[in-house]
Nanobody, 124 residues
Framework: QVQLVESGGGLVQAGGSLRLSCAAS????????VGWFRQASGNEREFVAA????????YYADSVKGRFTIARDNAKNTVHLQMNSLKPEDTAVYYC?????????????????WGQGTQVTVSS
């Protein structure tokens, strides 16, 4: 079992930055593919970014490519999502998720472990 806890959300102006963290316990994240998803009010949960277990492969949604970066800190069993040049449309609850699959999936139902989410609000 893997327990995930997100932190780092908050309120920021458009153009600003935030760094989300996903701390894991129970198992080392080094053997899991980890993804970030987000869900805006009234919308479906959507894929944001993911890092393959080996950390050599990452993948981003087109909407965040070039602005967001996913990175692992294996020593701290943590995965970060650095978000730059934030836009009001990035406003959502952001979730960290993990899966034992050895490939990157953009489908939320492929991830068996989820954190509780952290709110990100970007004001215009």
């Amino acid at each position: 079992q893997v327990q995930l806890v997100e932190s780092g959300g908050g309120l920021v102006q458009a153009g600003g930055s935030l760094r989300l963290s996903c701390a894991a316990s129970g198992r080392t994240l080094g053997t899991y593919t980890v993804g970030w998803f987000r869900q805006a009010s009234g919308n479906e949960r959507e894929f944001v970014a993911a890092s393959l277990w080996s950390a050599r492969t990452t993948y981003y949604a087109d909407s965040v490519k070039g602005r967001f970066t996913i990175a692992r800190d294996n020593a701290k069993n943590t995965v970060h999502l650095q978000m730059n040049s934030l836009k009001p449309e990035d406003t959502a609850v952001y979730y960290c998720a993990a899966t034992g699959r050895t490939y990157i999936s953009t489908y939320h139902y492929d991830y068996g472990y989820w954190g509780q989410g952290t709110q990100v609000t970007v004001s215009s």
